[in-house]
C-alpha cells in the first residue's frame, strides 16, 4: 500500500498538535481532588464544551476510517446514521431522558437502572457494557493502526501500543474534564480535515457531476446514490433502517450510551446538559457529507484498484481512507489532516476509555468494596483507565479478521444489547407499572436474541449472515415483549420507590391544603 512522506512542516503540525493536546490534558489534572471530579468533573462543564465532546465522543477514528470503507461499499444510505439515527433521538435524550437521569443524580446509565429495577439488571448491563467498552477501544485502535500504516509505514502492534500510551497519560491523570476540554481541540481540528479531503477530493473527480459519472459506469453501484435501499437489499434495506437504526440503534446510542451520557451529566446544570445536546445535534447535521463523501470519492478515483467490495479480503476497506489522504494532500495540508485523524483517534479513546472506567467503579467495584475512601475510589479509576487500554489492544486483533470495516464492528456490537438497553429505559423511565422480574426476563430474551440472529454467520455461513439493524429490532421486540408479559403478572413497586425515577410520578408530593 502506497505511504506517505511527511515533510518537517506537516511533522511539525502534528508534532505541535499531540504536545499542545497532551499538554493541556496534563494542565487540567491540576483540579482533580475526589472522585466527583475525575468521573463528573465536579459538574461544571459548560454547555458548549459538552456539545463538541459529544460530537467527537460519537464521530471518530473508527467512523473516518469505517464509513470511508463503507461509503465505498454502500454510498450514501450510510448518511442516514447521522440523519435518521441522531436528529430525533438527541432532541428525546435532551428533553425527555436526560432530566431523570440527572434527578437521580447518577453517575451511569445501569446506576439508574438498577434503582429503577434492581441491582441483578445494574450488574449485568454493567458487565456488558465493560465487554462493549473493550471491544470499542480495539475498534479505534485498528483503525489508527490501518492509518498509521499508509501514512509512516508503521507495524499495527508499534502503531497501537504508540496510540494507547499517548491516551492512556492523560486519560488517567485527567478524567472526565480533560477528556471533554481536549475534545473541544479535537473537534475543531477534526472537522476541518475531513472538510479538506472532501475539498481537494471533489476537485479531483471533477466535482459532483464527475463524481456521479464515473461511479456510475460500474456495474455493482446502482444504488450508491440512493438515501432509501430496496427491502430486499442484504445489508441495508429500508425496513431494518427505519426500525433497527431510526426507532432502537439511534435512540438507544445518544439515551442510553454511558460515554455520551456521562458527559451531559459532568455539564453544569440541566439546561446546560440540554443545550448540549441540542449543540450536538447542530453540529452533527454537517457530518454525513464529512465522513461519507469520501468514501464515493474513494471509489471513483481508486476502483480500479480496490476492486468490488463482494471479492475483498480481509482489511481492503479500512485502506479507502488513507489510500485518499496518501494520494490527495499535499504538504502542510497532509499533516492538518494527519493531526485531525489523531484529534479523532484521542477524542474517541479517551471518551470510551474514561467512561468505562467510572461504569466499572460506581456499578460493580463500588457495591463489592463499599465504605473505601473516595481518595481509593479515585486511584481505582484511574488504574482502570491503563486495564481497558490493554484489553483493547487485545481486543484490536481479533477484530479486523471477522468485520468488514471497523464501523460494521462497532455497530455489531453495540447491536447485541442496545436493544434490550432501550426497551429497560423506555419502558422503567415511561411506565410504572414495569417490574424488576419483568426487566430481568426482558433482558434475557433481548440479548438472546441478538446472539442467536447473529450467531447465524457463523453457523451455517457468511451468506447467512442477518444485518445488524434487523438484530437490533428484533432484540429490542423480544425485550419489550417478554418485560411487558412479565410485569402484567408480577407486583410492581410502589410510587413511593419510584419517585424521580418515573416521568408520570412527581419528585415530591403536592401539599394538602
Not at 147 to 169: K, R
Not at 240 to 246: D, I, R, S, Y
Amino acid at each position: 500500500m502506497d505511504t506517505a512522506r511527511l515533510q518537517p512542516f506537516d511533522i511539525a503540525i502534528v508534532a505541535a498538535y499531540l504536545l499542545g493536546v497532551t499538554a493541556l490534558g496534563l494542565w487540567l489534572t491540576r483540579g482533580i481532588k475526589t472522585s466527583r471530579d475525575y468521573f463528573l468533573a465536579g459538574k461544571s462543564l459548560p454547555w458548549w464544551a459538552v456539545g463538541m465532546s459529544l460530537v467527537v465522543s460519537d464521530i471518530g477514528a473508527k467512523d473516518m476510517i469505517g464509513l470511508a470503507a463503507d461509503g465505498y461499499r454502500y454510498g450514501l444510505v450510510m448518511m442516514n446514521f447521522d440523519f435518521i439515527g441522531c436528529a430525533f433521538p438527541v432532541l428525546a435524550a435532551a428533553f425527555l431522558f436526560m432530566p431523570f437521569l440527572w434527578i437521580a443524580g447518577v453517575y451511569t446509565v445501569p446506576e439508574y437502572l438498577g434503582r429503577r429495577y434492581n441491582s441483578t439488571v445494574r450488574t449485568f448491563f454493567a458487565l456488558i457494557w465493560s465487554f462493549f467498552m473493550m471491544g470499542t477501544v480495539g475498534t479505534i485502535l485498528v483503525s489508527a493502526a490501518v492509518m498509521f500504516e499508509a501514512l509512516l509505514g508503521w507495524s499495527f502492534w508499534w502503531s497501537v501500543g504508540v496510540t494507547a500510551v499517548l491516551v492512556g497519560v492523560y486519560t488517567t491523570a485527567g478524567g472526565l474534564k480533560a477528556v471533554v476540554v481536549t475534545d473541544v481541540l479535537s473537534c475543531v481540528v477534526l472537522i476541518a480535515g475531513a472538510a479538506l479531503i472532501c475539498i481537494l477530493g471533489f476537485d479531483r473527480v471533477g466535482g459532483w457531476e464527475g463524481l456521479q459519472a464515473t461511479i456510475g459506469q460500474l456495474d455493482w453501484t446502482e444504488h450508491h446514490f440512493h438515501l432509501v435501499l430496496p427491502a430486499d437489499h442484504p445489508a441495508f434495506p429500508w425496513p431494518a433502517v427505519l426500525l433497527g437504526l431510526g426507532f432502537v440503534l439511534g435512540p438507544s446510542y445518544w439515551i442510553g450510551n454511558q460515554a455520551i451520557v456521562q458527559r451531559t451529566l459532568g455539564a453544569g446544570s440541566q439546561n446546560q446538559a440540554r443545550a448540549s445536546y441540542v449543540f450536538c445535534a447542530v453540529l452533527k447535521l454537517v457530518f454525513p457529507v464529512l465522513l461519507v463523501l469520501p468514501g464515493l470519492i474513494g471509489l471513483a478515483l481508486f476502483s480500479d484498484r480496490l476492486g468490488n467490495p463482494s471479492q475483498w479480503s480481509e482489511g481492503v476497506a479500512n485502506r479507502v481512507l488513507p489510500l485518499l489522504v496518501v494520494n490527495l494532500l499535499p504538504t502542510g495540508i497532509l499533516g492538518l489532516v494527519v493531526g485531525a485523524f489523531l484529534a479523532g483517534v484521542l477524542a474517541n479513546l479517551d471518551s470510551y476509555i474514561n467512561s468505562a472506567s467510572t461504569l466499572v467503579v460506581t456499578d460493580l467495584y463500588r457495591p463489592l468494596a463499599p465504605n473505601r475512601t473516595d481518595a481509593h475510589y479515585l486511584r481505582v479509576g484511574q488504574a482502570l483507565v491503563v486495564v481497558f487500554l490493554l484489553m483493547g489492544v487485545v481486543f484490536a486483533r481479533m477484530i479486523q479478521p471477522v468485520f468488514g470495516s471497523v464501523f460494521e464492528a462497532f455497530q455489531t456490537f453495540m447491536t447485541f444489547f442496545q436493544g434490550p438497553l432501550l426497551a429497560l429505559l423506555l419502558l422503567g423511565m415511561l411506565t410504572r407499572r414495569a417490574t424488576s422480574t419483568g426487566a430481568l426476563i426482558g433482558m434475557i430474551l433481548g440479548v438472546g436474541t441478538a446472539v442467536v440472529l447473529h450467531s447465524a454467520r457463523f453457523v451455517l455461513g457468511p451468506q447467512h449472515a442477518v444485518s445488524y439493524l434487523w438484530v437490533a429490532w428484533w432484540s429490542f421486540f423480544a425485550a419489550i415483549v417478554g418485560t411487558v408479559v412479565v410485569s402484567l403478572v408480577t407486583r410492581p413497586y410502589d410510587e413511593d420507590r419510584l419517585r424521580g425515577l418515573v416521568c408520570w410520578i412527581p419528585i415530591h408530593e403536592e401539599s394538602q391544603g
